[in-house]
């Protein structure tokens, strides 16, 4: 079978790839792992976080934007406590956080109240019970409700709005992974209701001190010319609140999910940002948290059975979607990656199979057609790009919640 070498190359880096034939990744083979830990795992990288938040450091040091930023981890990307203390140790990041308990989980694991920033809508009267404990917690409104519910609570405090433009940015235009766009969503404030959101601030003596915008996720370097054409839109809401002195442009960089895929050009990033906000004395905040850690991590499984039906043949592992939805729910590609080099010497004949999980749901399909050495003798496989969205997304569907999670340094 001819097949694309960029196939079996696109992923490979320094810390993950093959070495004498075998599946390494930050400095450990993956079958030593699987023998430790056994299946199914979530293995994150310590080196590979850092390295990756150093690298959005140094594209924005390399502009006027230099020494005018802030980082915050989104924390629903992955609130694996000893990942968030080797974060708030390092003291790098801040946290986006998006509930109470989210909140709590980052100042048990070491960070400060001042150190989170907390996005939420459709706050219950015991969320906002809950958030008032939190002494130096910045709050960001995305509903009139929002204001109202927070100025009657805290009135004469400071808070930020979220603002929905209209428009949204995402990896290969993915409809299910924008914020912001065409039709109508619930998040933020749009701009025919500012005037009357700016008002409900000022009934409470709310200082609105933060514009706050995210619209999407996932977008690449082909995306920016969107990311341009978002902050232009929500220059409109800056420009039309007197007391801004932050705006939080969001998330949403991405990772490549598989072939013919580059990674985000970091430079051309930070340049958007500072486009719009070199000559502006305000502070920038961010909150990526795909970029951060969904390639710092692995997803370690065991294949169950291999055979045919009709024309596909299936190869079944020890865990479903339910752990890792983002295959199923927003048709993100994790490409299974086997633990013996496809393209060595030794390695069988190339077969093409499905990869499926354990989930009793037609949803439950990890990579269609997969290109994969003959599995046969293989007893274990794993999956990329699992560090993010995944096991902070999971559930006990089926009661087959069950997995594990290891930080490498």
């Known amino acids: 079978m001819q097949v694309d070498p960029a196939y079996f190359t696109w992923w490979q880096r320094s810390d993950l790839g093959y070495q004498q034939g075998e599946l390494n990744f930050a400095g450990s083979a993956v079958r030593e792992l699987i023998a430790e830990h056994g299946t199914p795992t979530f293995v994150y990288s310590k080196q590979r976080v850092t390295d990756n938040i150093q690298r959005l450091k140094s594209a924005l040091d390399d502009t006027a934007l230099v020494g005018r930023y802030k980082i915050l981890f989104a924390m629903k990307a992955n609130r694996f406590a000893p990942l968030l203390q080797f974060l708030a140790r390092q003291g790098m990041v801040g946290i986006d956080a998006c509930s ?13 109240p001042d150190q989170i920033s907390f996005t939420a809508g459709s706050l219950s009267q015991h969320d906002v019970s809950r958030l008032d404990e939190f002494e130096g917690l910045f709050m960001n409104c995305d509903s009139l409700y929002s204001i109202e519910t927070w100025g009657r609570l805290k009135p004469g405090s400071e808070i930020g709005i979220r603002v929905n433009p209209g428009l949204g940015v995402s990896r290969a235009c993915n409809d299910r992974l924008q914020y912001a766009g065409t039709v109508t969503t619930k998040f933020g404030i749009y701009k ?23 619209t999407g996720c996932g977008y690449l370097t082909s995306e920016l010319n969107q990311l341009d054409q978002v ?20 998330g949403g960089l991405g990772v490549p999910h598989s072939a ?45 059975y291999l055979e045919k039906k009709r024309n596909t043949l299936f190869l079944g592992v020890d865990a479903g979607f339910n752990i890792a939805p983002e295959p ?38 990890w990579y269609e057609d997969a290109l994969l050495p003959n599995m046969q003798q293989e007893t274990h496989l794993t999956l990329i790009n699992a560090g993010g969205y995944s096991s902070s997304m999971a559930s006990n569907h089926c009661m087959r919640g069950e997995f594990t999670e290891i930080l490498l340094d």
Not at 100 to 112: I, K, Q, R, S, Y
Not at 231 to 250: A, K, M, Q, T, Y
Not at 350 to 357: A, E, R, S
């Open 328 to 365: 199923a729910y927003y048709n993100l590609p994790f490409q299974p990656v086997s633990l013996i080099d496809p393209q060595g010497k030794a390695a069988p004949k190339l077969k093409k199979v499905t990869v499926v999980g354990n989930i009793n749901e037609a949803l439950d399909v």
């Open 260 to 304: 013919g895929e580059n990674p985000l050009d970091l430079g051309k990033w930070a340049a958007v940002l500072a486009k719009h906000f070199a000559s502006r004395d305000i502070l920038i905040e961010m909150e990526p948290g795909e970029y951060i850690v969904k390639d710092s991590g692995l997803l370690l499984l065991s294949k169950t």
């Open 100 to 112: 109470p308990n989210e909140v709590a989980h980052a100042l048990a694991c070491g960070f400060e």
């Open 192 to 214: 025919e209701q500012f005037v009357e959101a700016l008002a409900l601030a000022n009934r409470y003596q709310l200082t609105v001190s933060k514009i706050h915008f995210h």
């Open 231 to 250: 902050i232009s839109e929500c220059l409109w809401f800056v420009e039309n609140c007197p007391d801004v002195s932050r705006v939080n442009v969001g």
